[in-house]
């Protein structure tokens, strides 16, 4: 199978749902209100929408199903979506009759009626939940992941799953699994959406549902955010639950969501964030004493200090040039600037820390998400693999060989009560956390600001794209975050050429979520006016 490849039953498999689901209900909603209206809608617009009566779940979700089945699949689609709802519309209509029968204008949940997609590594009840890989093609939880329950619970309607790089991790080919196929990036067919949650990223760009659910290890909804012009955060550790999620390193992974705006990001962080006792990350953490979407429309960038970091420049002349029409830009709205060279340690942490931590940490907390599959599936990593030796195509295996490679290497692993792991938990993550903190403390800065990722988005493999330079390993600085537990948020920060966006990510310290959201949403704002006002 080539990287573009998807096996035609599951394509027509697909499609077929689409229609079933769409095709009756597309008059429901093509006579009143346009359908690029209502995939275009913010999360606030389409409550005021559904409240009302203006728009109806039905009509949503039929408008979002069509665009899927119209634009995914053609030849420069992205491939975003690998597997649809079939209780969808269902779902839909029985929220609509009950807004009729509450009667109309009342208010509903902010994500009442109002459909999502998900990664798939979540769990979600009567769907595959594959992690991209064929040898889980079969597998179907009986109970949803703790945030899909959460937003179930909500009202909100899960559309379908989205592609992702294999068992959420790339090995330099972003976007792909052997599920899906290759994801690419909305803007160009010639570019992957990066990884791994790179179907919940071109999938919203693309305007297939208005937030997708994605996971970060170590940058895994940040990159695909950056690279597609979409809102991406990670949390403070703690803040939101992995319960129902296929692990990749439980030290370093998080759950979190894709979206459009930095408000719409707020409103569905608002409705996943809670304490889980099953995932002991969540306890005791110290939750927002309001929602998150409450501080946004007062967020203003004037008197904010503001660091700017300067040790992962000089990847691309085109992302350090958004990066300093950045700064421009918070001088002009009144932050103050101050330029920083952080410590080296904090730009080597992927092989020196998080990558021996992930080998360490892959194997056990894999076999233990396996442990709990219903009988026929594999139990733990070596019969895994030998469910990846049946599905091959011309003797290739159809699995990216990197990952593979990976996790034949990770049957050797036998590191987790090694010396060298428990000082890297008990010793190396604390001082990184205790010095970044300090650093941030005595300059008084209210957040550190860099480009997401150093570079745009990766060339997919097999083509060329002469616009596209690279100079250094581009991960580095999302790796920080990663590492210490501290939230940080990507927002679209300007274009590079062959239509490329170029985000930039503002980090704080841990449990200020409410205030990087915040800037975030000021630096938006801003941008926003400023382009507008440049193109009078």
């Known amino acids: 199978m080539s990287c573009g490849a998807r096996s035609p039953r599951r394509t027509l498999g697909l499609a077929a749902v689409a229609l079933m689901l769409a095709g009756a209900h597309t008059t429901s909603w093509a006579a009143g209100m346009p359908a690029d209206e209502i995939v275009s809608m913010s999360l606030p617009q389409l409550r005021t929408a559904l409240d009302s009566g203006t728009l109806s779940a039905e009509a949503l979700v039929g408008a979002y199903l069509a665009r899927i089945e119209a634009a995914d699949r053609a030849e420069h689609g992205p491939h975003a979506v690998i597997a649809l709802n079939p209780g969808a519309m269902a779902q839909a209509r029985a929220w609509d009759a009950h807004r009729i029968q509450r009667g109309q204008g009342k208010p509903s949940a902010p994500l009442a009626g109002i459909p999502f997609l998900a990664k798939d590594n979540y769990d979600a009840a009567g769907m595959p939940a594959t992690g991209g890989s064929l040898a889980l093609r079969?597998?179907?939880?009986?109970?949803?992941?703790?945030?899909?329950?959460?937003?179930?619970?909500?009202?909100?309607?899960?559309?379908?799953?989205?592609?992702?790089?294999?068992?959420?991790?790339?090995?330099?080919?972003?976007?792909?699994?052997?599920?899906?196929?290759?994801?690419?990036?909305?803007?160009?067919?010639?570019?992957?959406?990066?990884?791994?949650?790179?179907?919940?990223?071109?999938?919203?760009?693309?305007?297939?549902?208005p937030f997708a659910l994605g996971t970060d290890t170590t940058g895994s909804i940040r990159a695909p955010a950056s690279v597609t012009g979409t809102v991406g955060m990670r949390t403070t550790m703690g803040l939101i639950s992995r319960t129902g999620i296929i692990p990749m390193s439980l030290t370093?992974?998080?759950?979190?969501?894709?979206?459009?705006?930095?408000?719409?990001?707020?409103?569905?962080?608002?409705?996943?964030?809670?304490?889980?006792?099953?995932?002991?990350?969540?306890?005791?953490?110290?939750?927002?004493?309001?929602?998150?979407?409450?501080?946004?429309?007062?967020?203003?960038?004037?008197?904010?200090?503001?660091?700017?970091?300067?040790?992962?420049?000089?990847?691309?002349?085109?992302?350090?040039?958004?990066?300093?029409?950045?700064?421009?830009?918070?001088?002009?709205?009144?932050?103050?600037?101050?330029?920083?060279?952080?410590?080296?340690?904090?730009?080597?942490?992927?092989?020196?820390?998080?990558?021996?931590?992930?080998?360490?940490?892959?194997?056990?907390?894999?076999?233990?998400?396996?442990?709990?599959?219903?009988?026929?599936?594999?139990?733990?990593?070596?019969?895994?693999?030998?469910?990846?030796?049946?599905?091959?195509?011309?003797?290739?295996?159809?699995?990216?060989?990197?990952?593979?490679?990976?996790l034949v290497e990770n049957l050797e692993t036998h590191t987790t009560d090694s010396a060298a792991y428990i000082r890297m938990l008990s010793v190396v993550i604390p001082d990184l956390k205790r010095r970044l903190l300090a650093l941030m403390d005595q300059g008084g800065y209210d957040a550190l600001v860099f480009p997401t990722i150093a570079c745009t988005a990766p060339v997919v493999p097999g083509k060329t794209d002469p616009t596209f330079v690279c100079n250094r390993y581009a991960y580095a600085a999302g790796k920080i975050s990663s590492a210490t537990g501290f939230p940080e948020i990507t927002v679209n920060g300007g274009w590079a050429p062959g239509n490329m966006p170029v985000g930039i990510s503002f980090l704080g310290r841990p449990g200020d979520d409410a205030q990087v959201l915040a800037l975030a949403a000021a630096f938006e704002r801003d941008h926003a006016g400023r382009a507008v006002s440049e193109t009078k």
């Open 138 to 209: 079969t597998s179907i939880p009986a109970t949803n992941a703790f945030v899909i329950q959460r937003l179930l619970d909500q009202g909100a309607i899960l559309l379908g799953k989205t592609n992702l790089s294999e068992l959420a991790a790339s090995y330099g080919w972003y976007g792909y699994s052997s599920v899906g196929g290759q994801t690419l990036n909305p803007y160009s067919p010639l570019r992957t959406a990066d990884g791994s949650s790179s179907g919940s990223a071109a999938a919203v760009a693309a305007r297939f549902a």
């Open 252 to 406: 370093s992974d998080v759950a979190g969501v894709i979206t459009r705006t930095v408000e719409d990001q707020a409103i569905v962080l608002d409705a996943m964030q809670g304490r889980d006792d099953a995932d002991g990350a969540t306890v005791g953490v110290a939750r927002p004493s309001s929602s998150l979407a409450s501080g946004l429309a007062g967020a203003a960038l004037a008197g904010k200090s503001i660091a700017v970091v300067d040790n992962f420049d000089g990847g691309s002349l085109d992302v350090d040039a958004v990066k300093r029409q950045t700064v421009a830009g918070l001088r002009k709205a009144g932050a103050r600037i101050v330029e920083i060279h952080l410590p080296e340690p904090y730009a080597t942490l992927q092989p020196d820390l998080l990558g021996p931590i992930g080998l360490a940490e892959f194997r056990p907390q894999f076999e233990a998400y396996l442990a709990k599959l219903p009988a026929g599936q594999p139990h733990d990593l070596p019969a895994f693999l030998h469910a990846l030796d049946g599905p091959t195509d011309r003797g290739t295996k159809v699995i990216n060989p990197g990952r593979y490679k990976g």
